[in-house]
Every structure is written in structure tokens, then in C-alpha cells.
């Protein structure tokens, strides 16, 4: 418990003595962390909107003819019964501008706005693609809904959608690489600045007996106290931006969710395992250069 203590106090007392280094280096890290933050929310909601969507096959087609709700009903009941469907709903025109003012949140947006300038329209959950062409030929030749305007095809947009998130998750492993480098690269020149302004207490430390160990402990508490506290600045900042902006509301409510609990602490210690690394690459560096080699 001593040493324990006495590796506490050395540490306090180097990040006193360093205080401005310290602030620069852990907003360093801060920033660094919230935009790789930002970065991970992004691939986040990413990949629970290709995930939420890419469970059925979906297929939405616009058509030319205005049917009220009666009528829409009506064929949506009898396509429910054609071979590869699996659900069908429809949507007059009034509803599609409901269904839009909803989603956008901001009724005052669409004041004077007639239903008319939406089209009706027909989604189908399907079986499988191949039913796709014989939907369209039926959909082309029904009398309630006067031929196809449109076609949007869901399973098409995944597929985009897909092969974002794959160059998405690419691209975090190169910005957490990237990430990773910096923070080492700041730790442990940070280390070495209060390393050699101490250079004659442990110089002294060394001619009474203090083994490399005994040395480097503190440098590791310093280096995971600079990860782990601008990690945590940056997270949490990040979070205070993400719900000043209620981004959690864009999109329809809840839509857009913040960074998983477990990922957002994985990162942290991930920030301290790296603080540790480039406390020891700076103490070796040290060691070596004032002629201790370890």
C-alpha cells in the first residue's frame, strides 16, 4: 500500500508540475476522441438502419391514379392474396402528406400544401426477387391503380447502403489506427517533457537503488490518466453536442442513437492501454538516452 501510495503522489505531483502540458495534451486527445466518436455514431446508425430494413425484401411503387381510401383498401386486400407477398400496405395521397409531416416533425412546414402533389402508393413485402416482375405486371394491369408511376426498390438501396457500411468499417480501422498513432505520439512526448524535468530527482532515485520498474510505474499512471481523462472529455462533450442538437429526434423519433454504453467505454480503456503504451515508449527512450538501458 505504500508504494501504492508514493506511485499516487509521484503522479499528482508530475501532472502539477506539468499542468500546461497536460491540458494541451489531454484537449488534445479530447478532440480527437469526439470526432472518432463522431465517426463510430455515424457507422452506428448505419448499420442499425441497413440491419433494421435488410430483414424483408421491400418493393414501393408509386401509381398514376388517385384512388380514396375505400378503393385503396380494397386492392390492397386482394393483392394480399398474390403469390409471393408476404404483407402489403398502402397509402393514399392524404396519408403519404400525413405520414410526411410526421416524419419531418414540423407541421408548419407543409401548410398550404395540397395531398396532391404526393402520390398514392402500394409497398409489398416479398417472399424473394423473383417475384418482383410478376408484382409489377399485376400492379401495371390493376384498374384501381391506373399503372405504375414509380418503383422503388428496397432490396436495391440496401445493397448501396451495404456496401457504404463495408467502406465505413474500413474507414474506422484506419481512423482508430490513425487515432491510436496520435495518441501515442502525444503521450509520449508529454512523458518524456516531465520525464527530463525531473531528469535530476531521477537521477538521485537511480544512485540510492530505484530499479527501471520502480521508475516507469508512474509514467504508466500518467500516460493512462492523459488517455483516459481526454477520452472522456471527448465522449462526454460529445454526448452534451449530441443532445443540445436533439439529434437523437432527426430523422422521426429515436431514430438516431448515440454511441452504445460498452462501445463508448471500450474506447476509454482502449485510450488508457494506449496512454500506457506511450508512457513506456517514452521511459525506455529516456532510460536509454541517459545511458540507464533497461
Sequence with gaps: MERIAYFLRCTLRSLRQSAMVQLVAVSTIAVSTLIFALFLTLLVNLDAFVDRFDRDLRLLIFVKAQPEAAELQKAVREMERWPGVVK???????????ELRAAMGDDSLFDGVSPE???????????GPEAEAEI???????PLLGGIDEVQRAHALMKRLSDWRAYLQFGALGL????????????????RLTLFARREELEIMQLVGATHRFIRIPCYLEGAFQGGMGAAIGLLGFYAAFRFL?????????????????????IAL????????????AAT?????SGHHS
Design 136 to 142: 409489377l405486371k399485376r400492379v401495371e394491369a390493376h
Design 285 to 289: 527512450r529516456y532510460l536509454q538516452d
Design 176 to 191: 482508430g489506427g490513425l487515432v491510436a498513432f496520435a495518441f501515442i505520439f502525444i503521450i509520449s512526448n508529454t512523458i
Design 246 to 266: 436533439g439529434a437523437e429526434h432527426w430523422g422521426g423519433g429515436g431514430a438516431v442513437r448515440f454511441l452504445p454504453f460498452s462501445l463508448g467505454l471500450a
Design 88 to 98: 402489403v400496405s398502402g397509402r393514399t395521397q392524404a396519408e403519404a402528406l400525413s
Design 117 to 127: 402533389v404526393l402520390p398514392a402508393s402500394v409497398e409489398f413485402q416479398l417472399e
Design 270 to 281: 482502449g485510450a488508457m492501454l494506449v496512454g500506457v503504451l506511450g508512457s513506456f515508449l
